[in-house]
């Protein structure tokens, strides 16, 4: 589940052991360490499409990872326009997918 | 009232917190990202003597002794508006609204993106994207990537995530076009790279010591590139549509000729699980808009530019800038000049008591040699244009005072 | 995939076609492309494609990219809800 992780790096050292949560996303339940924003949660677990464009329904994920893009938004909680990117995981965080303006 | 705001957190917007609080000015740092450091944090470089700069590392020393000298950091804020106020400046955030005596953007610049066919499936992200999800997250972006862009930053950032553990199969070229402009031509770019030899990695001296004339180094370059640290960095090649149904399965390129046409019957398909777009860095300069700046269209520092000296002020009373926003330099100068900036609101708040002018050029001159100093070289004539730059800003700034 | 139908604006999905289109009917500035395609219009704030607009206008032989902000912003530059926009507290 987690092939994803940098666990071991050469220079930045090894992954300290970290709390894990669970988030689900589209009502399917993803672990999630501490520390981790709602994008790199989900990209840790193979998930890349985070929502469908709203005219034309093509699949989007992340692309600038640092807030400035909008194409991570999800609905998180019921708030809507929230960016994947810049949201630190919570437990029990309900993640939607979509989320027009 | 405050006396400092300061719009982001990476090392121009630290490096003015510390010297704007060790001269007793009450300072807050606002950024939206979850940590402070900024484009640091992603940041991982072996230096010609061999030893490693851990951006990581190096913003955390920032980020400690600004705490310690009582600065505020707030993180995962976002600015929306500014607004002039009869004296100072009103800062509207999700948080709450600031009012500032002095406002400095550090705002830094965000990527530039190249348009390529099937550039919004997901699996495709800016080269900064990937960086970030590697080294700060300690998530791979995937297993085999291609990047597409050849330049100081995609070479750089393709071995950083090589560290990662992810396998780069190619850095290529996007397809010249309308939108893509230099970053398609073999010739250009090998000019451009030819700047990245500070780096030092060994093959690209080589390389670079050998075909020194860009056009000639173009015309030779082998058909199948070089390598440095494995990884081919294909000036030769085209990325023509990134392929996938729901999201990347791998990128259609041909092969190039040295000003960059296809050359028939030399498509092929490459596989990947993730493609980065690297265009390059552009300033940011929305901020210093709705503030109403004045700006100065400079393509060798990036784009539009607030107008600013010396100094860092801009052409409003008690509005700054340092960093990024100011051209795409290296981190190392953005701190210097984040230092300048934060030491000039204390000047103009009269919290230096002494020698005040002699302490701010002390710190202009630090700029000045940590530039000439720097091993990445971003954009050539970066030196030359500032200075015409700082006279126009000095100008502004000396007519508004006279008024 | 033709390189017309690249994608230019992510947000609106506003295609390269359509901006040419665009630019040569109306002979317009990058501004006037904006309000006629909603390019640069989604929620980014038009932060990510802003200067390919930008360049693109020029190349297609209309105005030259100029000291101005051509596209220029307008507050709030980040999409905020109503509550905060209304003093609300978080």
């Known amino acids: 589940m987690n092939s994803m992780r940098v666990t071991d790096h050469p220079i930045l050292g090894t992954l300290e052991n970290k709390k894990q949560v669970t988030i689900t996303f589209d009502d399917v339940p993803y672990p999630a360490f501490e520390g981790d924003t709602i994008a790199s949660a989900l990209l840790a677990s193979g998930v890349r499409t985070l929502r469908h464009q709203e005219d034309k329904g093509t699949p989007r994920g992340i692309y600038c990872n640092i807030g400035h893009c909008f194409e991570c938004r999800v609905r998180v909680n019921g708030k809507n326009t929230v960016r994947a990117c810049l949201t630190p995981v919570e437990g029990d965080m309900r993640i939607e997918s979509g989320g027009e303006l | 009232m405050i006396d400092l705001v300061?719009?982001?957190?990476?090392?121009?917007?630290?490096?003015?917190?510390?010297?704007?609080?060790?001269?007793?000015?009450?300072?807050?740092?606002?950024?939206?990202?979850?940590?402070?450091?900024?484009?640091?944090?992603?940041?991982?470089?072996?230096?010609?003597?061999?030893?490693?700069?851990?951006?990581?590392?190096?913003?955390?020393?920032?980020?400690?002794?600004?705490?310690?000298?009582?600065?505020?950091?707030?993180?995962g804020v976002s600015v929306y508006d500014i607004a002039k106020l009869e004296s100072g400046?009103?800062?509207?955030?999700?948080?709450?609204?600031?009012?500032?005596?002095?406002?400095?953007?550090?705002?830094?610049?965000?990527?530039?993106?190249?348009?390529?066919?099937?550039?919004?499936?997901?699996?495709?992200?800016?080269?900064?994207?990937?960086?970030?999800?590697?080294?700060?997250?300690?998530?791979?972006?995937?297993?085999?990537?291609?990047?597409?862009?050849?330049?100081?930053?995609?070479?750089?950032?393709?071995?950083?995530?090589?560290?990662?553990?992810?396998?780069?199969?190619?850095?290529?070229?996007?397809?010249s076009s309308f939108v893509s402009g230099d970053s398609a031509h073999p010739e250009k770019m090998m000019e451009s790279l030819l700047r990245l030899t500070h780096l030092a990695p060994s093959p690209l001296i080589r390389f670079g010591g050998k075909w020194v004339n860009p056009k000639i180094g173009a015309r030779l370059y082998p058909r199948n590139g070089f390598k440095m640290w494995g990884i081919p960095i294909q000036l030769r090649k085209t990325a023509l549509e990134i392929l996938g149904e729901y999201q990347v399965e791998g990128v259609r390129i041909a092969d190039i000729s040295a000003t960059g046409e296809v050359v028939p019957g030399t498509e092929k398909v490459l596989s990947a699980d993730f493609v980065c777009i690297a265009g390059g860095l552009t300033p940011m300069s929305e901020l210093a808009s709705v503030a109403g700046c004045s700006f100065r269209y400079i393509p060798e520092l990036g784009g539009h530019i607030p107008i600013h000296n010396e100094c860092m002020q801009t052409n409003l009373k008690g509005l700054y800038v340092a960093g990024n926003i100011t051209g795409v330099e290296s981190a190392k100068v953005a701190r210097a000049q984040g230092t300048v900036a934060g030491l000039s609101v204390a000047?103009?708040?009269?919290?230096?008591?002494?020698?005040?002018?002699?302490?701010?050029?002390?710190?202009?001159?630090?700029?000045?040699?940590?530039?000439?100093?720097?091993?990445?070289?971003?954009?050539?004539?970066?030196?030359?244009?500032?200075?015409?730059?700082?006279?126009?800003?000095?100008?502004?700034?000396?007519?508004?005072?006279s008024v | 995939m033709s390189g017309d139908q690249t994608v230019i604006c992510r947000c609106e999905e506003i295609t390269l076609k359509e901006i040419k289109e665009t630019v040569e009917?109306?002979?317009?500035?990058?501004?006037?492309?904006?309000?006629?395609?909603?390019?640069g219009m989604g929620p980014c704030g038009g932060r990510t494609c802003r200067c390919m607009i930008d360049r693109l206008v020029e190349q297609l032989g209309g105005p030259k990219i100029s000291n101005d902000v051509s596209l220029s912003y307008r507050p709030p530059v980040r999409p905020v809800s109503f509550g905060i926009l209304g003093g609300e507290p978080k």
Not at chain 2, 18 to 47: M, N, T, W
Not at chain 2, 137 to 145: A, C, N
Request: aromatic share 6%; proline share 4%.
């Open chain 3, 25 to 39: 009917r109306f002979q317009c500035s990058s501004r006037e492309v904006k309000l006629r395609t909603r390019a």
């Open chain 2, 347 to 401: 000047r103009e708040l009269h919290a230096i008591k002494q020698r005040a002018d002699e302490i701010i050029d002390i710190a202009k001159k630090e700029v000045i040699d940590t530039r000439r100093n720097a091993l990445i070289q971003f954009q050539a004539g970066i030196e030359r244009e500032r200075e015409e730059l700082y006279d126009k800003g000095n100008n502004v700034f000396e007519e508004k005072i």
């Open chain 2, 6 to 75: 300061i719009v982001g957190a990476g090392p121009a917007g630290l490096g003015a917190a510390i010297s704007a609080a060790e001269y007793g000015l009450e300072v807050c740092v606002l950024d939206e990202f979850v940590k402070p450091g900024g484009r640091l944090l992603g940041q991982l470089h072996e230096e010609p003597d061999g030893k490693w700069v851990n951006g990581i590392a190096e913003a955390q020393k920032l980020y400690y002794r600004a705490l310690q000298l009582g600065v505020k950091i707030k993180c």
């Open chain 2, 89 to 175: 400046w009103c800062v509207y955030t999700t948080d709450q609204i600031y009012e500032t005596e002095c406002l400095l953007l550090a705002t830094g610049a965000s990527e530039t993106p190249i348009p390529v066919p099937g550039w919004t499936l997901p699996g495709v992200m800016s080269i900064g994207a990937a960086q970030v999800m590697g080294n700060v997250h300690r998530v791979k972006p995937g297993e085999k990537g291609i990047i597409i862009g050849v330049n100081v930053l995609s070479v750089a950032i393709a071995r950083e995530l090589q560290l990662c553990g992810v396998h780069i199969e190619s850095i290529l070229l996007p397809q």
